[in-house]
Each structure stands twice: as structure tokens, then as C-alpha cells.
């Protein structure tokens, strides 16, 4: 049972909008403390996508968004491609653990 | 260019001891913190253990407290994770993988992995 909880699949077709929730409590994301995203494509490691809540590193594109509200935040995904077919990650730090947590992951299906 | 160079694959036996290493070059070892992230075949990421070289904080995960020892060689920009007892349920993938400057940073830049197999 992860700290932070994500659906363990989701799906749409090409070019629709996606978005992947990760639920996490008071001691973790309702503390303030930033979620990053992280993409994995079969084995390979994975590459961050978003961090600090909603900024993407260089070379990610805009199709990939995330927010934050309370104790949860959300992965976007627009104009969804065949491409973006992976397990998605989100991660925060946790006060009471002292320590970083990852979702369990989700695996995102293109249609 | 930031790389983390991670050593080879590992095949050991139940209650063997093991190191793997992670060397990092391109940045300032000392000022972001470095560590582990284990993926067991089939499975999600588990954040392990992380250590700050600059002055030797240290977090670990969870699960892995006394289970683990990550240690790092600041003369050498080298992070370690060490097992004295291994188990058949250590048989995963490790990732080394650079922090921020700050504990609760994320994770920018990663090593290819080393799969570490337990089985007698």
C-alpha cells in the first residue's frame, strides 16, 4: 500500500486528454511539500516529466501539465499519442517519514 | 553533461554481502543529494535511500531503514548502497538517481540501473 495512491491504469485514444490523479494525505502533499512526475518506458529508468508541482524540465513538452490542490495533484496529458503509451509516477516528500514516497504507478494505455 | 555511471549486474547467493556503486560526474557531487531507487521486476519505483555528500545526511525510505547502507566517496563523486545479508527479495532493479539541493527535490537526472539477482 503506497503513501501516495494513483489508479493503476487509465487509458484514451489519440488525441484526447488524459489525466492520471495522485492522492496522498495531510504529512505529504497537503503539507506543502512539491509532487514530481516521472515517465518509464519498459526497461529503461525513469525520466522526470514535471516537478515542483507544474514545471517541466527542458525538452517536455506542453502537452504535459500538472496541478495541485490540497492533499492530491494530477498529471495532464493533451493530444494524447501513441508515444506517451507508459507507467507514469508521481512523488512527494513526506514529513512524518522524513523521507521521499513514489505512487504505485500508472500505466497509461493509448487506444 | 550530467551522467550517473552505475556499476554491472550483480548475481549473488541468500546471505551473501554485496556493493553497488553509482559515479557521478558533470556537477558539483557535494551540493545535490544522490541515492537509490529500487524497482522489483514487474513493479513500482521505491524511494530507498538518499545521502546529501556535502555533510553526510542521510534519508531512507520506510522499508528500507536497517536494511540498506548508502554511503558516498566525495574524493571520488562516487555514491555506494550496501547489503551485509542479502534475501531472494532483494533480487531487483537499482537506480541511482540524482536529487536537489534540497531533501525533498526531485529526481533530474538518472543512472541506467543495475539488476541485482539473489537466488542459491
Known amino acids: 500500500q503506497s503513501v501516495l495512491t494513483q489508479p493503476p491504469s487509465v487509458s484514451g485514444a489519440p488525441g484526447q486528454r488524459v489525466t492520471i490523479s495522485c492522492t496522498g494525505s495531510?504529512?505529504?502533499?497537503?503539507?506543502?511539500?512539491?509532487v514530481h512526475w516521472y515517465q518509464q518506458f519498459p526497461g529503461t529508468a525513469p525520466k522526470l516529466l514535471i516537478y515542483?508541482?507544474?514545471n517541466r524540465p527542458s525538452g517536455v513538452p506542453d502537452r504535459f501539465s500538472g496541478s495541485k490542490s490540497g492533499t492530491s495533484a494530477s498529471l495532464a496529458i493533451t493530444g494524447l499519442q501513441a508515444g506517451d503509451e507508459a507507467d507514469y509516477y508521481c512523488q512527494s516528500y513526506d514529513s512524518r517519514l522524513s523521507a521521499s514516497v513514489f505512487g504505485g504507478g500508472t500505466k497509461l494505455t493509448v487506444l | 553533461e550530467v551522467q550517473l555511471e552505475q556499476s554491472g549486474a550483480e548475481v549473488k547467493k541468500p546471505g551473501e554481502s554485496l556493493k553497488i556503486s553509482c559515479k557521478a560526474s558533470g556537477y558539483s557531487f557535494s551540493t545535490y543529494w544522490i541515492g537509490w531507487v529500487r524497482q522489483v521486476p514487474g513493479k513500482g519505483l521505491e524511494w530507498m535511500a538518499f545521502?546529501?555528500?556535502?555533510?553526510?545526511?542521510?534519508r531512507y525510505g520506510p522499508s528500507f531503514q536497517g536494511q540498506v547502507t548508502i554511503s558516498a566517496d566525495k574524493s571520488i563523486s562516487t555514491a555506494y548502497l550496501q547489503w551485509n545479508i542479502l534475501k531472494a527479495s532483494d533480487t531487483a532493479m537499482y537506480y541511482c538517481a540524482r536529487g536537489a539541493a534540497y531533501a525533498e527535490g526531485q529526481h533530474d537526472f538518472w543512472g541506467q540501473g543495475t539488476l541485482v539477482t539473489v537466488s542459491s
Open positions: 515542483g508541482n507544474n
Open positions: 545521502i546529501y555528500p556535502g555533510d553526510s545526511d542521510i
Open positions: 495531510s504529512s505529504n502533499i497537503g503539507a506543502y511539500h512539491d
